[in-house]
């Protein structure tokens, strides 16, 4: 086992880890061609604007922002950080993807963290393990939800990652160079997203196991932290007004439990209690042996740090509960239980190398029982509804949740093409108001007449509104249907696509004037005022 990987071995790997997760993606579950997730259109709306801003030719950002915002009202740059959109922004400037490419480039991102593991294993001696390893984290569970959404936690997974492995060079050789390229890593990861800062807990925890308490003297290390900071703090001091709103919790000892207890759930719907063992069976074995086997020790030291890294930020910070954020531990899990099958293996012997085999399987239950049970990808058919309006340009209301909402709108950005013929006002904006999170709901149209009235003031061309599995969104989606139920509009409705639902599509016949500027005004909605008080 413990010979060089071919030099290709590396780039090949991440590459191949990718690819791979976007095949098993379009081939179990298929790639939507429309968003249905309540981030991922603001995601999508992001990297487009940044990318139409660059073909503009760089004109002033505030005036763009504002601009690209009254047209398509999901531009979230402010409660997200811009560092992957930026790293996305030559891709979306020449090519500008629609959703379904965009959707299939973040399946392919969602794999390149099981590069990550290929670059452990190699440095541990068993970069043979690695390819297997690689492809066990592939199909876990998580990977593969990740990977039918254009979310930012694999992305996230992937720059905390690179930094790991930057930070393990550096303990090498303590050089301002090597510091540095960590700095600039360990900065890219919250600029990526929030919970990215964790990589800051990473030094901390990896100098306390190796007990690397030399690495303190170098100004190196302090100059480079104090240097990532100086990228970073500036970006979350401005814009934690905005990026606070998400917050659904309090900090202190009640939030802490519930985050250690719902992250452990995640990573054994991942791996199960046979991978969580193993795991901590990995690092017990490489710190036994750390004499005779120093680089699995030192790969071993990084692989616990950047869990409890996770574990420790993730109860830290109450931002939310979601299973998909437990994302950037799980490679290092995968690597830790993948060196205690190396070890058993190294017995020798029958039983050992049966139980080897045994356990990598058993490890590998959840991934076999989840990947069956992956629903198709939802899709709204947002390209038709885009077809109606685009026949119809002006202001069109769209009413839904966040999800079919944002879909309809990032559609709508793509088609529109950059010639703003299109504004495509949300109705839980116009017709209610509530916070970024939908928190403090209240209706602000109460009655069909008051609905109709909204609709006439904007001077609205027509209106989109999703029913999801035959429900509609919020009690304004009922008041808004009534008020589309008159012979001032032709109403069809347009099956989804995939999954159960439907929209009904309500054209206005007779010619109106649309009221822009009270789009680049706001309407009641407080994310509106934020993103107002934001941008100036």
């Not at 939802?378 to 038709?384: E, L, N, R, T």
């Not at 949300?426 to 007449?449: C, E, H, I, K, N």
């Not at 309500?506 to 005004?521: E, G, M």
Request: proline share 8%.
């Amino acid at each position: 086992m413990r010979c060089s990987p071919p030099p290709y071995y590396l780039v090949s790997g991440f590459f191949l880890s990718g690819l791979a997760t976007l095949l098993i993606v379009a081939t179990v579950s298929g790639i939507s061609q429309s968003f249905f997730d309540p981030d991922e259109s603001a995601h999508y709306v992001n990297s487009l604007f940044l990318g139409d801003w660059v073909r503009s030719g760089f004109p002033s950002p505030l005036t763009f922002a504002r601009e690209f915002y009254a047209n398509f009202p999901k531009l979230s740059i402010g409660h997200w950080p811009p560092g992957w959109y930026s790293l996305l922004t030559p891709i979306f400037a020449v090519v500008r993807p629609s959703p379904f490419a965009a959707l299939a480039l973040s399946a392919f991102v969602a794999g390149l963290p099981g590069g990550l593991i290929l670059w452990a294993l190699a440095r541990a001696g068993f970069w043979r393990v690695g390819i297997f390893a690689a492809a066990a984290y592939v199909v876990l569970p998580l990977v593969l939800v990740s990977a039918r959404h254009f979310l930012l936690d694999q992305p996230a997974a992937l720059a905390v990652g690179l930094a790991a492995i930057a930070w393990v060079r550096a303990t090498e050789r303590p050089r301002w160079p090597r510091f540095l390229l960590f700095a600039a890593l360990a900065a890219f990861a919250p600029l990526v997203k929030g919970n990215g800062a964790l990589v800051a807990l990473v030094p901390v925890f990896d100098i306390a196991i190796g007990r690397r308490w030399a690495l303190l003297k170098h100004p190196a290390l302090w100059g480079s932290a104090l240097l990532a900071i100086a990228i970073v703090g500036p970006w979350y001091w401005l814009s934690f007004q905005i990026s606070a709103g998400g917050f659904n919790y309090a900090p202190g000892p009640e939030y802490a439990a519930l985050s250690f207890a719902s992250n452990l759930r995640a990573i054994l719907d991942n791996v199960g209690w046979v991978g969580v063992l193993l795991a901590i069976a990995g690092a017990g074995s490489a710190w036994i042996a750390r004499r005779e086997r120093p680089e699995a020790a030192r790969i071993a030291a990084i692989a616990v740090a950047v869990p409890i890294a996770t574990l420790i930020f993730q109860a830290a910070i109450p931002v939310a509960i979601e299973p998909r954020y437990v994302a950037p531990l799980l490679p290092w899990v995968v690597v830790l239980a993948a060196l205690a099958l190396v070890s058993l293996w190294q017995r020798g012997t029958p039983l050992a190398r049966a139980g080897t085999v045994a356990l990598a399987l058993a490890s590998l239950l959840p991934a076999a029982t989840s990947a069956p049970r992956q629903p198709p990808a939802a899709d709204i058919d947002a390209a038709a509804l885009i077809a109606r309006i685009q026949a119809h340009p002006g202001i069109w209301l769209v009413d839904g949740r966040s999800g079919g909402e944002g879909s309809v709108i990032a559609a709508a950005a793509y088609a529109d093409g950059g010639s703003r013929r299109v504004w495509v006002a949300r109705a839980s904006q116009w017709l209610s108001t509530s916070d970024f999170m939908g928190r403090d709901y209240r209706v602000t149209a109460a009655t069909p007449a008051a609905a109709g009235a909204v609709l006439d003031r904007l001077g609205v061309a027509g209106a989109v509104s999703i029913a999801d599995r035959g429900q509609l969104a919020y009690p304004h989606s009922a008041t808004l249907r009534h008020a589309l139920n008159t012979p001032a509009y032709t109403r069809e409705v347009v099956p989804f696509r995939r999954g159960a639902g439907s929209s009904l599509v309500a054209t206005r016949l007779a010619p109106v004037t649309p009221a822009i500027d009270l789009l680049n005004s706001g309407s009641g909605s407080t994310n509106v005022k934020k993103m107002g008080v934001a941008l100036d």
